[in-house]
């Protein structure tokens, strides 16, 4: 099982990221899938999730409105635009895959900085 993603980086504010997870080793359709973030000195948070068939998603309030995950499930790869990105966005992004079990990937560092 692999997840890895990508698509991190350094971003001025009001600029915009898409990171990218790809998944591998387990029936990815089958998966809920989530994006956290965790910044330094701080608990690691729920960013963004997105329903096995990409009917349903959550946001937490900090990013309503600013980003936006989404999933394709024919590359087993799941999204997360970020737009409008923050000084407060910076945080190393992983992605979360869940049924019962759970997978996570290894990180994306993203630094929102002038």
């Known amino acids: 099982v692999q997840l890895v993603e990508s698509g991190g980086g350094l971003v001025q504010p009001g600029g915009s990221l898409r990171l990218s997870c790809a998944a591998s080793?387990?029936?990815?359709?089958?998966?809920?899938m989530s994006w956290y973030r965790q910044a330094p000195g701080k608990e690691r948070e729920l960013v963004a999730g997105?329903?096995?068939?990409?009917?349903?998603?959550w946001y937490a309030d900090s990013v309503k409105g600013r980003f936006t995950i989404s999933r394709d499930n024919a590359e087993n790869t799941v999204y997360l635009q970020m737009n409008s990105l923050k000084p407060e966005d910076t945080a190393v992004y992983y992605c979360?895959?869940?049924?019962?079990?759970?997978?996570w990937g290894q990180g994306t560092q993203v630094t929102v900085s002038s």
């Open positions: 997105i329903s096995s068939a990409g009917g349903s998603t």
């Open positions: 979360r895959a869940t049924r019962g079990s759970e997978y």
């Open positions: 080793g387990f029936t990815f359709s089958s998966y809920a």
